[in-house]
């Protein structure tokens, strides 16, 4: 067993959820030794990938000795770009480095442990744990995965970012299904982590250009198939599918924050919507569904949402038992509609 901090993003409970899904789903043993804000320190069997996350901005391997270490600490290069968080321990670098003739340049970036910088050397110190990053993800792939492919629209799009953690979520293993795709962000990241993807939607143009872009750049063996249809009809074309992970019509785009009443006739066209979808989605789905639902602001600073209880009447499907106050509300600063990430699996009784 090795020991960790893992750093996580800005939605810190969600990406602690997302971290506790993978490990579950990939049958990772682990064991919490210490939080605080958003660091959390893990002992786990097995070192993860952080592309397989969304949630996490860094992984740093704690160091059991840190003179032993640094007595070992052999460099490749003879310019060396670094930063850490405890001047006692910068101290100590810089001397090790006169030492070893080695020039040095100290970056304050760990000001804001959440920034995302490849360095040289990187460490973070916590409370007695002294750790040495050993992966940053890498928020310029994201975007530039965003903003080149065919069809982006950043006011309607799933962020590359919270399609990761919803489909982590899920725990899916082999096969997904979004009846929603709209663009396909969804499909292409479950695409990206090899798994199958079954996208529907009204309009398939710019979901099919960007999968058939994403086929053409990059490298997967996992499979994809695109119908044209309504998501009140689901069951027409799908016998069955493993997971739903989908980001649904939310109702109209608001600049503003719409008059109470407004809101509301939003809120009933959308529950009469995902009434009839979720009995489809019951007909289908074998394990989890992973949704997102609307919850508008209004002009008289009083929210209103969906009631679930009403939307899960007369299906199979039940919130997750979690220790985190489930659902999750995700937003994002100034939006006028939050959405709130529910995580419903499959009654077997």
Same mark, same amino acid.
């Given at each position: 067993?090795?020991?960790?901090?893992?750093?996580?993003?800005?939605?810190?409970?969600?990406?602690?959820?997302?971290?506790?899904?993978?490990?579950?789903?990939?049958?990772?043993?682990?064991?919490?030794?210490?939080?605080?804000?958003?660091?959390?320190?893990?002992?786990?069997?097995?070192?993860?990938?952080?592309?397989?996350?969304?949630?996490?901005?860094?992984?740093?391997?704690?160091?059991? $000795?840190? #003179?032993?270490?640094? &007595? =070992? *600490?052999?460099?490749? +290069? !003879? %310019?060396?770009?670094?930063?850490?968080?405890?001047?006692?321990?910068?101290?100590?670098?810089?001397?090790?480095?006169?030492?070893?003739?080695?020039?040095?340049?100290?970056?304050?970036?760990?000001?804001?442990?959440?920034?995302?910088?490849?360095?040289?050397?990187?460490?973070?110190?916590?409370?007695?744990?002294?750790?040495?990053?050993?992966?940053?993800?890498?928020?310029?792939?994201?975007?530039?995965?965003?903003?080149?492919?065919?069809?982006?629209?950043?006011?309607?799009?799933?962020?590359?970012?919270?399609?990761?953690?919803?489909?982590?979520?899920?725990?899916?293993?082999?096969?997904?299904?979004?009846?929603?795709?709209?663009?396909?962000?969804?499909?292409?990241?479950?695409?990206?982590?090899?798994?199958?993807?079954?996208?529907?939607?009204? $309009?398939? #143009?710019?979901?099919? &250009? =960007? *999968?058939?872009?994403? +086929? !053409? %750049?990059?490298?997967?063996?996992?499979?994809?198939?695109?119908?044209?249809?309504?998501?009140?009809?689901?069951?027409?074309?799908?016998?069955?599918?493993?997971?739903?992970?989908?980001?649904?019509?939310?109702?109209?785009?608001?600049?503003?924050?719409?008059?109470?009443?407004?809101?509301?006739?939003?809120?009933?066209?959308?529950?009469?919507?995902?009434?009839?979808?979720?009995?489809?989605?019951?007909?289908?789905?074998?394990?989890?569904?992973?949704?997102?639902?609307?919850?508008?602001?209004?002009?008289?600073?009083?929210?209103?949402?969906?009631?679930?209880?009403?939307?899960?009447?007369?299906?199979?499907?039940?919130?997750?038992?979690?220790?985190?106050?489930?659902?999750?509300?995700?937003?994002?600063?100034?939006?006028?509609?939050?959405?709130?990430?529910?995580?419903?699996?499959?009654?077997? *009784?």
């Amino acid at each position: 067993m090795k020991k960790f901090i893992f750093v996580l993003g800005r939605d810190i409970e969600l990406s602690l959820l997302e971290l506790f899904s993978y490990f579950e789903k990939e049958d990772i043993n682990y064991s919490i030794l210490d939080k605080y804000q958003n660091l959390v320190v893990l002992e786990t069997d097995k070192i993860i990938n952080i592309n397989k996350l969304g949630g996490l901005v860094k992984i740093a391997e704690i160091i059991d $000795n840190f #003179n032993i270490f640094l &007595k =070992n *600490l052999v460099f490749d +290069k !003879n %310019k060396i770009i670094y930063t850490v968080n405890d001047e006692e321990i910068k101290e100590l670098l810089k001397e090790k480095f006169k030492e070893e003739g080695i020039k040095a340049f100290y970056k304050t970036e760990i000001k804001s442990l959440t920034t995302s910088s490849k360095l040289d050397f990187e460490f973070i110190k916590f409370k007695n744990y002294i750790s040495q990053v050993i992966q940053v993800s890498n928020p310029k792939e994201y975007k530039n995965r965003d903003e080149t492919r065919p069809y982006f629209d950043a006011k309607k799009v799933t962020s590359i970012r919270l399609a990761k953690i919803l489909i982590n979520l899920s725990q899916a293993k082999h096969e997904i299904l979004d009846p929603f795709c709209g663009q396909g962000t969804i499909l292409q990241e479950a695409l990206l982590m090899n798994l199958n993807c079954y996208g529907l939607d009204a $309009n398939l #143009n710019e979901a099919k &250009k =960007n *999968l058939e872009w994403l +086929k !053409n %750049k990059f490298n997967f063996k996992s499979s994809y198939k695109l119908f044209q249809g309504d998501a009140r009809n689901l069951s027409k074309y799908f016998r069955s599918a493993e997971c739903c992970v989908t980001e649904p019509y939310l109702g109209p785009y608001f600049k503003k924050y719409p008059k109470y009443d407004e809101a509301l006739n939003v809120i009933k066209d959308l529950e009469k919507l995902y009434i009839q979808v979720f009995q489809e989605l019951d007909k289908i789905i074998e394990k989890r569904l992973v949704i997102l639902l609307p919850v508008i602001k209004t002009n008289v600073k009083k929210n209103l949402k969906l009631n679930i209880n009403k939307l899960l009447q007369g299906t199979k499907f039940r919130q997750i038992q979690s220790s985190f106050n489930l659902p999750i509300l995700y937003s994002n600063k100034g939006a006028v509609v939050e959405r709130e990430i529910y995580i419903l699996e499959k009654s077997k *009784l």
